[in-house]
């Protein structure tokens, strides 16, 4: 079982920054991916950026050179840096763990989401 608790979201301007984060606890797998996912309201889930245990990223086009995701693997924190942010970059957004249970099966958990609203 991981709990994932996120936090950072809120109101900011275009053009400005916000910087999330996601705490992860519980029985945690010894190698394990994290992602962001967003969901604008009537929308379906979209990646935002992945990273791999190795560090490995990988972003959505939309965000390319803006967003920067990063995680410390000490505490068991994912953050996700949002620069010049646009009005659609509104969203409610949704980190995700993928490791293994204690079982050894694939496994997954969703924080439980915080919104991001890019307005002026």
């Known amino acids: 079982q991981v709990q994932l608790t996120e936090s950072g979201g809120g109101v900011a301007q275009p053009g400005g920054s916000l910087t999330l984060s996601c705490a992860a606890s519980?029985?945690?797998?010894?190698?394990?991916?994290m992602g962001w996912y967003r969901q604008a309201p009537e929308e379906r889930h979209d990646l935002v950026a992945q990273?791999?245990?190795?560090?490995?990223?990988k972003y959505a086009d939309s965000v390319k050179g803006r967003f920067t995701i990063s995680r410390d693997n000490i505490k068991n924190i994912v953050f996700l840096q949002m620069n010049s942010l646009k009005p659609e970059d509104t969203a409610v957004y949704y980190c995700l763990y993928s490791g293994t249970s204690t079982s050894g099966d694939p496994f997954g958990s969703w924080g439980q989401g915080t919104q991001v609203i890019v307005s002026s």
């Open positions: 519980g029985s945690i797998s010894p190698i394990y991916g």
């Open positions: 990273i791999a245990s190795t560090g490995e990223t």
